[in-house]
């Protein structure tokens, strides 16, 4: 449990952290090691590597070729069974609890269990909450589910405390990669006040305020994608 167990610690300590978010669909192996370089000299602390629709095998040669130039650890957040490999360093083992499409609930889990009994991967389970940002965004067309809606803050609140309820270990609150409104401050307060487990918090966040707003707010981790793709130099911003 060394990935989870450190998350923890960091939280303990009064760290925020912040992860990478790397699509294999858009990170070529020729592109990674110009960008992992960057990564390297940022405040990233995790990368995370998945995709909506990535094709196979894709994720893992990307998986390798990452590992040879970072420490950081690298964690899947996988949109498929088929992302799933024991070169990265967890697992984020979700479970969309927002949604009610019984494949993305436990279906896919149970078709990765005959992968994973054979891989020493570390399995965090995690509540994966989808909340509606302005767009259909990626996840709510590949996993045919609908998003919680943002004006309705208890129902996101109590989502996330059934999945702390279920024994889950992380909470996630996603926007969807590219999304018009990042999880706004009021839904990352409101949901912070009710777990005791880490939360995560991403989609579209953008800029250096909205990061601090995110984890002012009460995110202990926040995943920032599109924003690095976009522009690179984001990564210097960030450092100032
Ligand atoms: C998407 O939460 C992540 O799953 C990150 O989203 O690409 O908008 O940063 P962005």
Redesign the pocket.
């Known amino acids: 449990e060394k990935i989870y167990q450190s998350i923890n610690n960091s939280i303990l300590k009064g760290e925020k952290l912040l992860a990478v978010?790397i699509?294999p669909d858009k990170m070529s192996i020729e592109m990674a090691s110009n960008f992992i370089s960057k990564v390297n000299n940022s405040k990233a602390t995790h990368i995370?590597v998945?995709g909506s629709t990535v094709e196979d095998s894709a994720t893992e040669k990307l998986v390798s070729e990452i590992k040879k130039q970072t420490r950081i650890p690298i964690v899947l957040?996988p949109g498929d069974v088929s992302q799933i490999t024991n070169q990265a360093d967890a697992l984020l083992f979700l479970s969309l609890i927002s949604g009610r499409n019984p494949e993305y609930l436990i279906e896919k889990h149970i078709a990765s269990v005959s992968k994973l009994r054979k891989m020493h991967l570390e399995v965090i389970p995690t509540g994966y909450i989808l909340i509606e940002s302005g767009h259909k965004t990626a996840?709510q067309r590949v996993t045919k589910t609908e998003p919680l809606s943002r004006n309705n803050i208890q129902q996101i609140v109590d989502t996330a405390k059934a999945g702390e309820l279920l024994g889950m270990k992380l909470i996630?609150l996603?926007?969807?990669?590219?999304?018009f409104y990042?999880i706004s401050s009021e839904i990352i307060k409101s949901v912070k006040k009710e777990i005791s487990i880490p939360l995560i918090?991403?989609?579209?966040?953008?800029t250096k305020e909205q990061l601090l707003l995110a984890y002012n707010s009460g995110a202990d981790l926040v995943?920032?994608?599109?924003?690095?793709?976009d522009d690179e130099s984001f990564f210097e911003e960030l450092k100032n």
């Not at 995943?223 to 793709?229: H, L, S």
């Open positions: 978010l699509d995370f998945g957040f996840v996630y996603e926007a969807g990669s590219g999304a990042p918090v991403g989609g579209g966040i953008r995943v920032i994608g599109t924003a690095f793709e």
